[in-house]
Nanobody, 131 residues
Framework: QVQLVESGGGLVQPGGSLTLSCAPSGFTLDYYEIGWFRQAPGKEREGVACISAMDGSIYYTDSVKGRFTISRDNAKDTVYLQMNSLKPEDTAVYYC????????????????????????WGQGTQVTVSS
């Protein structure tokens, strides 16, 4: 069965840190772009970060730049989202997704952060930032 499996969510105080993991089942991430998305209650799903397994390109949405870091462990074929300086507004269900967005020249930020560009999705993991 082809799927993505996320882990690492939880409850953390403002200013704290969490690391999310995303691993594939039934396929390899080698030829994909891997994105992290989040969805808060009553809001649309938004793109947070993306990494290309093809060329290592990395993209962040402005609200998380300098606080979140996306990375990939090639040996484990796992993608991580290190989240520091967490804020209450980061509270959401976080999803990882895999898609093929083509060469770097065609990966506009609009496409990179568009959920419709991604084929495989994980089940989501809850991140709650609260004191």
């Amino acid at each position: 069965q082809v799927q993505l499996v996320e882990s690492g969510g939880g409850l953390v105080q403002p200013g704290g840190s969490l690391t999310l993991s995303c691993a594939p089942s039934g396929f390899t991430l080698d030829y994909y772009e891997i994105g992290w998305f989040r969805q808060a209650p009553g809001k649309e799903r938004e793109g947070v970060a993306c990494i290309s397994a093809m060329d290592g390109s990395i993209y962040y949405t402005d609200s998380v730049k300098g606080r979140f870091t996306i990375s990939r462990d090639n040996a484990k074929d796992t993608v991580y989202l290190q989240m520091n300086s967490l804020k209450p507004e980061d509270t959401a269900v976080y999803y990882c997704a895999a898609g093929t967005l083509g060469p770097k020249s065609k990966r506009t930020r609009v496409r990179v952060f568009n959920p419709n560009e991604y084929r495989y999705w994980g089940q989501g993991t809850q991140v709650t930032v609260s004191s």
